[in-house]
Antibody, heavy 115, light 109 residues
Framework: QVQLQESGPGLVKPSETLSLTCTVSGGSISSYYLSWIRQPPGKGLEWIGYIYYTGGTNYNPSLRSRVTISVDTSKNQFSLKLRSVTAADTAVYYC?????????WGQGTLVTVSS | EIVLTQSPGTLSLSPGERATLSCRASQSVSNIYLAWYQQKRGQAPRLLIYGASSRATGIPDRFSGSGSGTDFTLTISRLEPEDFAVYYCQQYGSSPPYTFGQGTKLEIK
């Protein structure tokens, strides 16, 4: 079974760029869609966007101007970059397999935006 | 953007009882594009139901989904201790964004 693991800094300063990586193991990412989803502490889930292994993307319109999702097939890794962060971007960030429904999830990583 | 409203916000029941959770959409959702997730404290969500009524791999048959149009239901026929968690519905039938409900907390009475 495919396993997903998020990694990246747990603390980001306001106005800087949040950068996370999702490493896929246990299978090839060929024909794989990968989504990023976030959850502010104590709150609900928000879909950020998805990428296909060929590089095609689709983003949440509310975040589109600040988000870039990319893929490195040689490393079986996907990346998320969120620019110009504020405290409102503090959340647990998950990567999840799929682009519509989400069958497999990483454990999530908490990113705090604070100076 | 389709808004999903879940009710109740909190449901207090005892093990062995039946749980009925509701998810209402602001506009019609194609049946095949409604999912339910379970999230336990400190864990990632787990897919329970997709296509409104199909159980995901490994999900016990006490979990069932139903509904159409704008009204969907997740039913847990006989609650086990491990079922007490937060449940989210999610629609993926229209163009992005793929939205989630705000969640229903199922707690032990």
């Amino acid at each position: 079974q495919v396993q997903l693991q998020e990694s990246g800094p747990g603390l980001v300063k306001p106005s800087e760029t949040l950068s996370l990586t999702c490493t896929v193991s246990g299978g090839s990412i060929s024909s794989y869609y990968l989504s990023w989803i976030r959850q502010p502490p104590g709150k609900g889930l928000e879909w950020i966007g998805y990428i296909y292994y060929t590089g095609g993307t689709n983003y949440n319109p509310s975040l589109r101007s600040r988000v870039t999702i990319s893929v490195d097939t040689s490393k079986n890794q996907f990346s998320l970059k969120l620019r110009s962060v504020t405290a409102a971007d503090t959340a647990v960030y998950y990567c999840a397999g799929g682009y519509t429904r989400f069958d497999d999830w990483g454990q999530g990583t908490l990113v705090t935006v604070s100076s | 953007e389709i808004v999903l409203t879940q009710s109740p916000g909190t449901l207090s029941l005892s093990p062995g009882e039946r749980a009925t959770l509701s998810c209402r959409a602001s506009q019609s959702v194609s049946n095949i594009y409604l999912a339910w997730y379970q999230q336990k404290r400190g864990q990632a969500p787990r897919l329970l139901i997709y296509g409104a009524s199909s159980r995901a791999t490994g999900i016990p048959d006490r979990f069932s989904g139903s509904g159409s149009g704008t009204d969907f239901t997740l039913t847990i026929s006989r609650l086990e201790p491990e079922d007490f968690a937060v449940y989210y519905c999610q629609q993926y039938g229209s163009s992005p964004p793929y939205t989630f409900g705000q969640g229903t907390k199922l707690e032990i009475k």
